[in-house]
């Protein structure tokens, strides 16, 4: 588990991820901490170099790093993409990314003075005044807003330490120096274009060319049992309390629900609210002049259609650099203060109701706002929080009553009765047998969750035969392993159709093997590229001019090394050695045209490929030099959430 942490401390997504979260704060600095709802500040996560890490740390980093990916990605932002992103994980390395800086900051002996703290914050947008000066009171009140409210102190410490992890950073970036090689060799890669013809040999085409007996088959099994063999299965009942369909029937009496509300009014507050939509035209966040220059000209000719009555949605379709928005129409709903990034937020919540704002420059790029209504802070009605108040008490009482029932059922239990006696004397609608089910099926993953499945086909014990309680997201469930099957190989029968596909499948890319060696043959002997296609009943397509940044050639597939070999054809040796193997199909390519740049041309693009590759050559030795540091670095996890690294037990 730690050599996933270490592995990942440098990832791009790290990277984006911690962008992301400085967004999230109207001051833009450091990792806020603060108490998360029901979450225990003592409980420690992790130790990095003997110094703690909190769960209420884990869960703050947490949820603004959500909150952060939810506003930028909206709807997209599904159940999908977030096992992907793993936020939970992300949200520890950045914890611990920070522990580990500061701690070699410190031990390098770097410093912030008191004066280097004090420019740094009265240097901040969001404390300045209409004058451009620092104002102590809009300080104040800007860390009042905050979500915890932030005293200057504490402020003032994550601030010095965001200085210092700023100063190590520009420390070990100052070393690093390009040559005129390696500006020449980015440039090259950018640069140099060809373009081949190529035949695609598919084995999914040439599968009806395959013909297999019965005996075939029946000798593939005889050889090969190994491969069918059927993992273990259980047998089993499971008891769950669908707490949700008994709350709809759950009768709260009106007197009820009102005294919630008239108990704290204040936690129907609701502060100052803006609607409003938005059309980033993003600039790269150590954006050279010219590419700020060109942002600015779009950003303004965008401007000019919205002033002469275009339609604002219509637009940001069109032209927004925002994903998460822009397919709404650069819709961002509704939004209080200390969810965006500074600039952004101070333009939005000054701006007039309908009217076109911008451009505001932020860390994204430049937005064009406009606010198409807001909301005043204060309680809201009773009226207005009366039904999500009754469907919270209905939920309550319901997890109450789910509670009792399981009590009784464990009582039942201890007393030396069988789950299934206790469900059949109760007449329980939500006890369920699963019949014979495999953990490698994909259906029974989807139907019960990991913990079910641990205990399934874990240990096998008295207890569980009998009926074990276990609890998944706060709730009581029960299981009973009635009966299991150990592993044996599946019937010819039930995998005949299974060894029919594989067969066919691996005697089609023998056929497309043989093929595309046939085909490079008839190119050496000087025919065309369409002609060697027609003859065997393809098509012949061209990739189109590519260059070596892509990664990969265009109709053929990502491979530095296919890439390598596409690169190293030319006019007087437009052939490869044998075909280009990519999955399970085969391709024949020849160059076609090639585009080599000229001295002239580099000498144009020189000081600008100049700065382009020293600023991601430092991004690349920065990145190195974390995961170094981080690799000899003391980390220890104590007691992790179960989602942390979902998948490994």
Do not use: C
């Amino acid at each position: 588990m730690l050599s996933q942490l270490r592995r990942h401390s440098g990832s791009w997504i790290v990277k984006t991820i911690l962008f992301l979260l400085a967004l999230s704060f109207v001051i833009g600095f450091g990792i806020l901490t603060g108490g998360g709802g029901g979450v225990q500040s003592g409980a420690i996560v992790a130790f990095v170099n003997g110094e703690p890490i909190t769960n209420r740390d884990l869960e703050t980093t947490y949820q603004r790093l959500y909150s952060n990916y939810r506003e930028q990605l909206g709807d997209q932002l599904n159940e999908d993409l977030l096992k992907q992103l793993n936020l939970r994980f992300q949200a520890l390395n950045i914890l611990i990314n920070r522990r580990v800086m500061l701690d070699e900051a410190r031990r390098l002996g770097f410093d912030i003075g008191d004066a280097e703290l004090a420019q740094s914050i009265a240097q901040v947008p969001a404390f300045l005044n209409e004058n451009g000066q620092f104002d102590p009171e809009r300080y104040k009140a800007v860390l009042q807003q905050q979500r915890p409210a932030m005293s200057p102190g504490k402020f003032e410490a994550q601030q010095r330490e965001q200085l210092l992890i700023n100063k190590l950073e520009d420390f070990v970036k100052s070393t690093v120096h390009v040559t005129e090689e390696e500006v020449l060799r980015e440039f090259f890669l950018d640069s140099q274009e060809i373009n081949l013809e190529l035949i695609k040999f598919d084995p999914s085409e040439l599968s009806s060319r395959v013909r297999l007996s019965d005996s075939q088959l029946q000798e593939y099994y005889d050889n090969n049992h190994d491969e069918f063999l059927a993992g273990e299965q259980v047998d089993a009942r499971v008891v769950r309390f669908p707490t949700f369909r008994w709350a709809e029937s759950i009768e709260i009496p009106e007197t009820s629900i009102r005294e919630a509300y008239d108990k704290d009014p204040q936690a129907f507050a609701q502060e100052e609210r803006v609607k409003a939509r938005h059309i980033l035209v993003k600039v790269p966040r150590n954006g050279l002049p010219y590419q700020i220059q060109e942002a600015e000209k779009r950003v303004n000719g965008l401007i000019e259609k919205l002033n002469a009555g275009e339609d604002f949605a219509t637009i940001a379709i069109a032209a927004s650099d925002d994903p998460g928005s822009a397919a709404k129409g650069g819709d961002l709903g509704w939004f209080p203060r200390g969810q965006m990034v500074a600039p952004f937020e101070e333009a939005a919540f000054a701006a007039e109701t309908g009217v076109i704002v911008g451009p505001v420059r932020s860390e994204f790029g430049f937005h064009i706002i406009k606010v198409e209504d807001r909301s005043e802070p204060g309680v809201q009605p009773f009226e207005t929080v009366r039904q999500d108040i009754k469907t919270s008490l209905q939920q309550a009482q319901a997890e109450q009553l789910a509670a009792k029932r399981a009590d009784e059922i464990e009582a039942e239990l201890m007393a030396g009765r069988s789950l299934g006696e206790i469900v059949a004397d109760l007449d329980f609608e939500i006890a369920e047998r699963t019949g014979w089910i495999s953990r490698d099926d994909k259906q029974v993953q989807l139907a019960y969750p990991e913990p079910f499945l641990d205990l399934m086909f874990g240990p096998d014990s008295p207890e569980l035969r009998q009926g074990q309680r276990v609890e998944f997201e706060g709730r009581p469930h029960f299981i009973q392993v009635m009966d299991r099957k150990s592993s044996e190989p599946r019937p010819f029968a039930e995998v005949k159709d299974q060894i029919h596909n594989k067969l066919v499948r691996d005697r089609s890319v023998t056929i497309a093997a043989e093929q595309a060696a046939l085909a490079l043959d008839r190119l050496r002997d000087g025919q065309s590229v369409g002609t060697v296609a027609r003859r065997v009943g393809l098509v012949a397509e061209q990739t189109g001019p590519f260059t070596a940044r892509s990664e990969e050639i265009p109709l053929v597939g990502k491979d530095r090394s296919l890439l390598a070999v596409a690169f190293s054809l030319t006019n007087e040796n437009p052939l490869p050695k044998s075909a280009l193997k990519v999955g399970d199909s085969y391709f024949v390519i020849k160059l076609k045209d090639r585009k080599d740049p000229t001295p002239e041309d580099y000498q144009n693009e020189r000081e600008v490929r100049m700065l382009e590759t020293l600023q991601s050559k430092r991004d690349e030795v920065w990145k190195q030099w974390l995961t170094s540091v981080k690799r000899e670095a003391q980390i220890d996890l104590e007691n992790p959430p179960a989602d942390l690294f979902p998948g490994q037990s």
